[in-house]
């Protein structure tokens, strides 16, 4: 029952620019060590973001950056079971990493919000973001303080493996198997551009905005495959809103595209949304593709492929 829970607080939408590591070792169900730490970005930070977890250029000024803490974090995650909830915080230390020019930490993930989704019926589809589960399972936390969240993963694993019977080793497993083994799909509609009910991302209402590197139909395509419905406009329904990168690189934060004014809009009346640039979401795109060719290999599932194809 050993493993690592991580979570990252970022200062913009570019998910390298991490300003905050917060992690706990378990040993044996019990906590057994922890380690938080502010990080300089070398990077400005968006006023969105620090409304959300309050951190600033003041509270980082002297803080290490992240080469100077690389090393540290290799000997935290060298070799263990790495938990975090959702892919994101996964995505932001591979892509810290690939930004500074260090190596990205050799270690086996484990996503906690897949772990959720397989253990209680009721976040199966939905409501399985981290304050939700923590609701289920009893679980009282500060949310978007970085060590406060992993305690808040590590507590959900080890709810599920409690609920479950199944170890560590054995959800590793898990995670790579449908939700329902004995299903393709849950009950309703069969399988639309609106999301692919296995992907570990469905339930996300994702919008793009500015200019991608790919075609907006492959970009779509990508995010159906991962479980994402995919909507033209930023609503209150929208949960992901994917940007050009070249348009984070530009504006810094300035003179923003309507589509990511209204989501900031939204955000500050307690909206859940969550601003990726486009390379990050590549990124989450392709571990999420690596869990499904792993699912696909064990033989628990058929491909499921998006019925829409761009125009040649």
């Known amino acids: 029952m050993d493993f690592v829970a991580i979570d990252v607080e970022t200062a913009n939408s570019d998910m390298a620019s991490i300003c905050q590591i917060g992690l706990v070792k378990c040993?044996?169900?019990?906590?057994?060590?922890?380690?938080?730490?502010?990080?300089?970005?070398?990077?400005?930070?968006?006023?969105?973001n620090v409304h959300i977890h309050g951190i600033d250029e003041s509270v980082v000024a002297g803080a290490p950056t992240f080469p100077e803490l690389a090393e540290t974090l290799h000997a935290h995650l060298k070799g263990q079971v790495v938990v975090c909830h959702t892919h994101f915080d996964r995505v932001a230390v591979s892509q810290a990493a690939q930004r500074n020019h260090t190596c990205v930490p050799e270690c086996t993930w484990l996503d906690s919000a897949r772990v959720a989704r397989r253990t209680w019926k009721q976040c199966a589809w939905c409501g399985y973001g981290l304050s939700d589960v923590c609701e289920i399972i009893g679980y009282?936390?500060?949310?978007?303080?970085?060590?406060?969240?992993?305690?808040?993963?590590?507590?959900?694993?080890?709810?599920?493996?409690?609920?479950?019977?199944?170890?560590?080793?054995?959800?590793?497993?898990?995670?790579?198997?449908?939700?329902?083994?004995?299903?393709?799909?849950?009950?309703?509609?069969?399988?639309?551009?609106?999301?692919?009910?296995?992907?570990?991302?469905?339930?996300?209402?994702?919008?793009?905005?500015?200019?991608?590197?790919?075609?907006r139909c492959e970009a779509a395509d990508l995010a159906a495959a991962m479980g994402c419905q995919v909507d033209s406009g930023v609503t209150k329904k929208t949960t992901l809103l994917v940007?050009?990168?070249?348009?984070?690189?530009?504006?810094?934060?300035?003179?923003?595209s309507s589509k990511r004014r209204k989501a900031e809009e939204l955000i500050a009346k307690g909206a859940s949304i969550r601003i990726l640039k486009e390379s990050d979401f590549r990124e989450l795109a392709r571990f999420s593709n690596e869990l499904d060719a792993q699912e696909e290999s064990n033989g628990e599932r058929p491909i499921l492929r998006s019925q829409h194809r761009c125009a040649r």
């Open 243 to 256: 940007v050009g990168d070249q348009d984070v690189k530009k504006l810094a934060g300035h003179e923003k």
């Open 27 to 48: 040993e044996n169900g019990s906590f057994a060590e922890e380690w938080k730490t502010y990080v300089d970005p070398e990077d400005y930070f968006d006023g969105f």
């Open 140 to 215: 009282k936390f500060k949310h978007h303080d970085a060590l406060e969240d992993a305690k808040a993963a590590a507590h959900v694993l080890l709810a599920a493996i409690h609920e479950s019977g199944l170890d560590v080793a054995a959800w590793l497993k898990r995670v790579r198997h449908p939700i329902d083994p004995s299903h393709g799909s849950p009950s309703g509609p069969a399988i639309r551009r609106d999301g692919n009910p296995e992907g570990a991302l469905y339930g996300e209402v994702l919008v793009f905005t500015g200019a991608l590197e790919i075609r």
